[in-house]
């Protein structure tokens, strides 16, 4: 029986379908088919892929009573019509599915569940760092298969609501004038920018304790005073904001390595996106697995691994909408060359907020004008990063790579590159570059990039998600039509 995860009804709503034997038969969010941004619903093109797969068994990602309890807790009050799993899904699914049995788990225990059974290990820590799930925001947990290979997991420490980690990076995204719980890695990117000066200050006025537990001196989530820190710019507050959580995150892992499960991190939980934090776990654990979509939609794998029970094969992101035909190697390089920039939507969409070769504008990185270029027809602020997608084998020829990164092939770490000024498209006002690195695995994006270092001797090209200005990543080939029509690049399949 196909087992169908979900996680929605609050935002970015995703599904993914595990086969009985394990194979993950698709993952997609509803908002590239919607076009809504986050969209927290389930979208009837999303449905129209599930159903393609026929699921029997329904997993959701958390426990809705729970979370009422929480928020009625917080003030939000209570919303009668999500209090039970049957409700949400009669709306989520519309009827359309008609399960044989439903299943709901808790929050970070999905979370930790999308991590350790798509990972490589037989053992491993668990850490999850999220916003907040039903009550929990910090989690450890210790993770191994049993002798009948079923996954196991053991709680060996946890932090409730509201003392949140991403519920503080949130409330100083909101601060600085961006959207929370969407706009975090714009935060990001505005750290490069800013001293952390404010660092200090920060730590005293907002937090009581960071030995035993890290407990906050207010509730973040109802945000901070537009005056907090008001004489302070937003670069310096974002670096400063960057700054303090990676100390954070260094407490949470020190404890986590401290408890002695297993050398092997299975890292989880929207807070690790942050690839400026990334590059220091490194410090903690030998080996590192974060899920290429760490954060809630994630989760809709999780639910569905934890019905299924065991290990899940993982082949990769590519695990959404499909777009037939074969790669376009040929006609993309030659785009390269002529005209540098070249958009590419082929084969199946990457499952995760990140564009790893299959929906993807690409450019190469040489040169001083190119960034300006890309951001033309991007139009986001011009202080984010744009990325650098490289030839796995010579990554660390052109990057120092952070320990235990020698491969990063879901873009979830930065390192300095070596040749900064030949590369000035991928690099970070901070020297930093997010690196993704192509194994050998003969992807599509694989092929492109063996075909252009032969052309150039350049083994990298600059990726970027392709996507029109305030819609999510293309999805089908109908979107990028219309991104053709729009910026006038021509999007290859
Ligand atoms: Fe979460």
Known sequence: MNILGISAGFHDAAATVISPSGEILFAGHSERYSKKKNDPDFCQGLLDDVLEHGPDVVAYYERPWLKQLRQWYAGQGIEWNKFTVQ???????????????????????????????????QIATVVVIDAVGEWDTVTIWGAMYDKNY???????????????????YSAITQRIGLHPLDEEYITMGMAGWGTPQWTEVMRDVLIEDDSTKIRFKSNLHTGLDSEFLGCASNEDIAASAQKL?????????TRARNFGWSNNLVY???????????????????????????????????????????????????????IPGAYPVESAVAALLSDRIVGVASGRAEFGPRALGNRSLLADPRGSDIKDQVNSIKRRQKFRPFAPVILEELADQYFIMPRCWSDSRYMQVVAHCRFP??????????????????????????????????????????NTSLNIRGEPMVNDRADADRFEQLYGIKVHS
């Open 87 to 121: 409700q949400i899904l009669k709306k989520q699914l519309g009827g359309q599915i008609e399960p044989e049995r439903v299943y709901n788990y808790n929050h970070h225990l999905c979370h930790a569940a999308a991590g350790f059974q798509t990972s490589p290990y």
């Open 150 to 168: 079923r996954a196991k997991y053991k709680k060996l420490w946890s932090q409730s609501y509201p003392h949140s980690i991403g519920l503080f």
């Open 245 to 253: 959580t990676e100390y954070l995150i260094h407490q949470v892992m």
């Open 268 to 322: 989880m939980g929207g807070v690790a996106l942050n690839c400026l934090a990334n590059r220091r776990l490194g410090e903690y654990f030998d080996n590192i697995w974060i899920m290429p979509c760490p954060g809630d939609a994630g989760s809709s794998l999780g639910a569905a691994a934890l019905a299924h029970g065991r290990r899940v094969h993982w082949t990769g992101a590519s695990l959404g909408h499909n």
């Open 421 to 462: 000024e030949q590369y000035p498209a991928i690099i970070h006002v901070d020297g930093t570059s997010r690196v993704q690195t192509v194994p050998q695995d003969g992807s599509g994006i694989r092929k492109l990039l063996e075909a252009w270092y032969a052309k150039t001797g350049c083994p990298m090209l600059l």
